[in-house]
Nanobody
């Protein structure tokens, strides 16, 4: 059974940074591409990053490109999302998932960006 658990969220000021973590169990994590998605209050789920199994390829939408960085440690079955230069519009629940549509996503970790 796929289990994903996110952590690392918090409340920060605009311009600050956070690092989110995702612990993966129950499936061959190291062999699969993974994704991060988010959902802001009252909005639809939005893809924000994906990463290939060997970390050679990462993709981002324009809304976060240059500010967010995905990484993974296959030896630890962990995935990370570094969030830099955070903006108020980045406020959302963040999830790691099996794909851009949020398949098998975990309970999420909340990021609040506010002055």
């Amino acid at each position: 059974e796929v289990q994903l658990v996110e952590s690392g969220g918090g409340s920060v000021l605009p311009g600050e940074s956070l690092t989110l973590s995702c612990a993966a169990t129950g499936f061959p994590f190291s062999t699969l591409p993974m994704a991060w998605v988010r959902q802001a209050p009252g909005k639809e789920l939005e893809w924000v990053a994906d990463i290939s199994p060997g970390s050679r390829i990462m993709n981002y939408p324009d809304s976060v490109k240059g500010r967010f960085t995905a990484s993974r440690d296959n030896a630890k079955n962990m995935m990370y999302l570094q969030l830099n230069s955070l903006k108020a519009e980045d406020t959302a629940m963040y999830y790691c998932a099996e794909d851009r549509r949020g398949r098998s996503r975990g309970p999420g970790t909340l990021v609040i960006v506010s002055s």
